[in-house]
Every structure is written in structure tokens, then in C-alpha cells.
């Protein structure tokens, strides 16, 4: 972690989020600019990252009332990597804008970078999407009205919203699941000589919530239980290396309930865990007012790191946790650092730097199927294709983008958009259509809306061999009119399926569909594909114009959809899911209230 330096590409990032700034400025936008002095700064002169996280959630939370109308609370923060720290001196410059509003809730994106006043230079420091619930007004419930997305930066934004929102409501559950299992292999903790008691790293303080700490609805900001839970989680990791941390991720959170002006709020943090560059620090908060009992208002796990003085990362004193609770934390935090390991990866990585084929397994299935999904909605947002070729309202585009050649195929048919998105879900059905497609077996229904798939195809040349790919076929419901259905395709691997001698391994590292609803008879139906070497020998031809191919499979497939419309299609639905999602924006209006 450094904090400055040539970062040309996230100044890049900033201008491609910045675009069109001067012709249009998205109303929700709000832009907070705080040069940083040494009474907001730590005894090394760096920002504190709690300071930082105020600033943040004020930012974001102007823009969601700017949206709502009204009052607003901050109910949930997805992971924040801090890639910099921020000297005295520099300036922090905010950007929050609301991304998408459902019900009672909205997702508002947050920008931070830092700029050298003397230099000019800027770089990105973090970015982050929180969750803010807009409170019930005297009239009774709000009902938020919709996001109207202008530019492709903004349409970009509000489709990959719905997925993240989709990943928030399965998150704790997937997580207690991944730790139970993950633990449960760990066996014994490790005992290493001259480790430091886990209890010596034990903090707990106390704050009163006075009124520059709330609202105007008297609610406590949640930044500033943020910046109390920093605090309290910073002096733990000093107490483990004596030295000054930096902290450098917070993983998702979410506020269980409000506190209010006249709240005691009672903050407890513990080392639970220290690994060779980084540890990992549990922190909670409470709340009370007289002689009630505690409320729980937030749980987070922070990773702190230390640097030295030639800003490198140092070795660690490793921890010797406590009898039974202790032990149950230290074998978490070595799980949930894979799992945050893989989260990064997967989901925070470039598509350009994710190789193609990714390890499948459970405690990953979450995030490669976000990703999957997040891959397509990408493609479907650029609106810089160029039509090659048509023949009977069957088109072909092409786009090139980062050396790779992209392609995509569009028609229209007659049959309803649900029923077309059960009939094309189920990829062992595409070989009656696709002459691509000579073999396709489930290998692993994963969950309701993941499945995993060996697809075999011919041989393109005479005496050649087939190919074979693995594919994640990950499937979505629209969240509301404004979403498509979408099957999203990418090749993974799995160590039961390795590469055999009679076909070669193929990779996907992007395809599927998006389907449209334009009436309740009409679908408009999009095939995307990212073509890898693979992929490319099967249709360079219909690329450069010499067959058309492409037609007559897209034909055959809308053969197959209108002889198919009425047919019964036996494949799990997203009702478990939505019905999820309707209880969890009811739970976060209620608590929040």
C-alpha cells in the first residue's frame, strides 16, 4: 500500500466515471471535498480511516435522501479495500450517487480519491456500495421512485446493482455455511512459541451518542459508529504488534438495528487471528439506555496490516487464541480469509486479469456465479456494436474491446419471455437446435439458479478433435421491468472432470442470453459471446461475411422456441429467492424505522 505514485489507469477510471460531466450530472450526485488537516489525521500523519468512513457515509447518505425525498439510514456497507492511505495535507474528493431504488431501499455508489494540490495528480482510494433504507414518513410507508439511468457508465451501474443486491440477501447465510464447513476441516488450532494471548489484544470502550452525532431524525450517522468501531479495532491491533496499523479492508456489514441521541454505545474489539502480513480484528457494537438490556447494533471484520518505514508490509507476531470462543474465532478468521481471498479475486478483478477457467467449488460458488452474471450485464450495456450482417431480422455485431473480438446475435420471436427463458435455461435442450452442441450432461445442480455442464462439440476440421468445455450456466428473473431475463455461460474447471485425450478443453470466458419481454407475446432475445480461441474457428466465417451460419442456428432456435412455446418446462424458479428479497426489504424497512 502506498500513498502516492504514478496511477494513471484509476485516474483513467475517475474521467470514464466522470464522462459527459459537463453536457449531463445525475441528480442524486453529491460531491464532498475535505482537505485533510492534522486534527483529522493519525501520529503518522496519515487520514484516520474512520474520519474517512464518516465522510463517506455522509456523502452517500445526501444522495439517497436527495433521491428519496426523505430521511435516510444506512443499513448495509459491501467490502471496502483501502488500496492508499492519505497524507495531511492532500485532498479527499467524494462522489455518491444513487446506482438503483427498490422498494424502500436504494444502493448508492461511493468514489473516493485523493489529490495532490501541488502536483495535480489524483488516484483512487477505494470504492464502495452502501445500502441505505428511507425512513417512513408521517403518510406511512415510501415508495422510492426508479432510477432512470442516462449513460452507459450509469446503465452499467444499475444492472449490476440487482445482482449485488441479490448477493447482500444470500450473504450471511452463505457465509455461516462456508464457515461451518470450512472450520470443520481445520481441525486443531496451531500452537507457535512466544505467540502473544489473544486477550492482551481485548478492547472495550464506551461512547454517548450526543446530538452532533445523529441525524436530524436523531438517529446516530451510521459513519460514526463506523469511526467508533475503527477506533476501538485499531488500538486491538496495536496492542498485538505494538505498532501503528493500517487498515486495509473491512468486509461486508450490516447494522442490525438504529441507535439513537441518549444511547450508550458500548464497542468491544479482539485480535481474533494474525497471519504472516495481516490479521484480522472482530469488532461489536451495543447500544443501551439505562437499565435495559443490550442491543446489538453491528458486527465487522477489519484486516489491519503494518507497514514500515519503507511503506513494505511487516511480519507478524502470530496470536495464541483463548479457550473455546477464542479457538472458534481464530478458525473462522483463517476461513474467512479464503473466502475473502477468493471474493477478491473473483469479484473485485478486472475480466481481463481472471484467467478463463476458475476452480469450482462450493465455498467459491457465490462469487463465480456473481461474476458470471456481472460479465454479460457488461456486455450488454456497450452500446458501441457494429452491425455486420443481417438476413431475415436475424442480426450479427461484432466489438472489439481490449484485443478481443466480441459478438453478439439478436432476433425476435413469438413466444413469451418466461417460457423462452425455461427452454433456453436448460442447456441439454440447445442440441436440438445448435448442431455446435453434440453432447450436454449436468455434472452438478449446484442451486436453484447454478448448474454446471459438459458441453461437447464437433470437430471443425476433417479427422480433427472435439471440443469439450465445462460450463457454469448461472440463471436470473428480472427484478423488476426493467431487467431481462439472462443465462449467463463461463467455462470453469473441476478437478472430476479433467481434459481427456479424445477432445480438447475449451474455454468460454463469456456468453449467454438476455431476454427481453416487449409484449406479452413478443421476446426479443440476445446472444452474446467473448470469442476466445475456442470459440472463434466456429463462427469467423459468418464474422467476415463468407456464410450465414449464425442465421440459420438463431433460425432453428426460433423453430424450436414456437414449437416448444406451450410446453410444460420442469426447471427451478427464483420464487424462493424473490420471496427472499421481498422479506429482507420489509425486515430492513422495520428494523431501520
Request: charged fraction near 25%; proline fraction near 4%.
Amino acid at each position: 500500500m502506498t500513498s502516492e505514485g504514478n496511477h494513471a489507469d484509476t485516474v483513467q477510471d475517475l474521467l470514464l466515471i466522470l464522462e459527459n460531466e459537463e453536457t449531463y450530472r445525475n441528480p442524486t450526485e453529491v460531491k464532498m471535498s475535505q482537505i485533510v488537516l492534522p486534527c483529522h489525521a493519525n501520529h503518522c500523519g496519515e487520514l484516520s480511516a474512520g474520519q474517512l468512513l464518516k465522510w463517506m457515509d455522509s456523502t452517500a447518505c445526501l444522495s439517497a435522501e436527495r433521491h428519496a425525498g426523505c430521511s435516510c439510514i444506512t443499513a448495509s456497507v459491501d467490502d471496502i479495500h483501502f488500496e492508499h492511505t492519505i497524507g495531511v495535507g492532500k485532498v479527499v474528493n467524494i462522489i455518491a450517487k444513487v446506482n438503483r431504488a427498490f422498494t424502500s431501499s436504494m444502493e448508492v455508489g461511493i468514489l473516493v480519491t485523493c489529490e495532490d494540490l501541488y502536483s495535480a495528480r489524483q488516484w483512487k482510494v477505494c470504492h464502495a456500495f452502501a445500502t441505505f433504507v428511507a425512513r417512513r414518513t408521517e403518510a406511512g410507508k415510501v415508495q422510492l421512485k426508479q432510477v432512470t439511468p442516462r449513460t452507459q457508465m450509469e446503465q452499467m451501474e444499475y444492472s449490476l446493482a440487482a445482482e449485488r443486491r441479490r448477493m447482500r440477501l444470500i450473504h450471511a447465510e452463505i457465509i455461516t455455511d462456508l464457515l461451518s464447513s470450512s472450520t470443520a476441516q481445520l481441525g486443531e488450532c496451531q500452537e507457535f512459541q512466544d505467540a502473544v494471548p489473544a486477550e492482551r489484544t481485548r478492547v472495550e470502550s464506551v461512547e454517548l451518542v450526543l446530538p452532533p452525532h445523529a441525524n436530524h431524525q436523531v438517529s446516530t450517522f451510521g459513519g460514526q459508529i463506523m469511526a467508533w468501531m475503527e477506533n476501538v479495532a485499531t488500538i486491538a491491533a496495536s496492542r498485538l504488534c505494538n505498532a501503528h496499523p493500517t487498515l486495509r479492508s473491512i468486509d461486508m456489514f450490516h447494522f442490525r438495528g438504529p441507535s439513537h441521541i441518549g444511547d450508550r454505545l458500548v464497542l468491544k474489539a479482539i485480535v481474533n487471528n494474525a497471519f504472516k502480513h495481516s490479521m484480522e480484528v472482530g469488532v461489536c457494537a451495543e447500544a443501551y439506555q439505562g437499565g435495559e438490556p443490550l442491543r446489538h447494533i453491528n458486527s465487522a471484520f477489519m484486516t489491519f496490516e503494518v507497514l514500515g518505514s519503507d511503506r513494505k508490509q511487516s511480519t507478524l507476531p502470530r496470536i495464541r487464541p483463548e479457550p473455546v470462543d477464542g479457538k472458534r474465532r481464530y478458525q473462522e478468521a483463517i476461513a474467512r480469509k479464503k473466502i475473502r481471498l477468493d471474493r477478491k479475486y473473483i469479484i473485485s478483478s478486472k475480466q481481463t486479469d481472471v484467467p478463463l477457467s476458475v476452480p469450482w467449488d462450493p465455498s467459491n460458488q457465490m462469487y463465480l456465479s456473481y461474476n458470471n452474471v456481472s460479465a454479460l450485464k457488461l456486455i450488454d450495456t456497450r452500446n458501441n456494436w457494429v452491425l455486420t450482417s443481417e438476413k431475415n431480422k436475424v442480426r450479427l455485431y461484432t466489438l472489439e474491446e481490449n484485443h478481443m473480438l466480441c459478438f453478439k446475435v439478436e432476433m425476435h420471436v413469438s413466444v413469451p419471455a418466461e417460457q423462452t427463458f425455461h427452454l433456453l435455461s436448460d442447456l441439454r435442450r440447445r442440441k436440438e437446435w445448435d448442431r455446435h452442441y453434440e453432447e450436454c450432461e449436468v455434472i452438478n445442480h449446484a442451486d436453484e439458479e447454478d448448474t454446471l455442464y459438459r458441453v461437447a462439440t464437433p470437430s471443425i476440421s476433417k479427422g480433427g478433435k472435439g471440443q469439450d468445455f465445462i460450463l457454469l450456466a448461472s440463471r436470473r428473473k428480472p427484478c423488476d421491468f426493467r431487467d431481462p431475463f439472462l443465462i449467463a455461460l463461463r467455462s470453469v474447471t473441476l478437478p472430476t472432470h479433467p481434459p481427456t485425450e479424445d477432445y480438447t478443453r475449451g474455454e468460454v470466458l463469456c456468453a449467454g442470453f438476455t431476454i427481453w419481454e416487449e409484449s406479452s407475446n413478443v421476446t426479443k432475445i440476445t446472444y452474446y459471446n467473448k470469442a476466445t480461441p475456442g470459440v472463434l474457428p466456429y463462427i469467423s466465417t459468418d464474422i467476415v461475411g463468407l456464410s450465414s451460419g449464425f442465421y440459420s442456428a438463431f433460425s432453428a432456435c426460433s423453430r424450436f422456441l414456437e414449437d416448444n412455446k406451450d410446453s410444460l418446462v420442469a426447471l427451478p424458479s427464483s420464487a424462493l429467492l424473490q420471496d427472499c428479497a421481498a422479506k429482507l426489504s420489509l425486515n430492513e424497512e422495520q428494523k431501520h424505522q
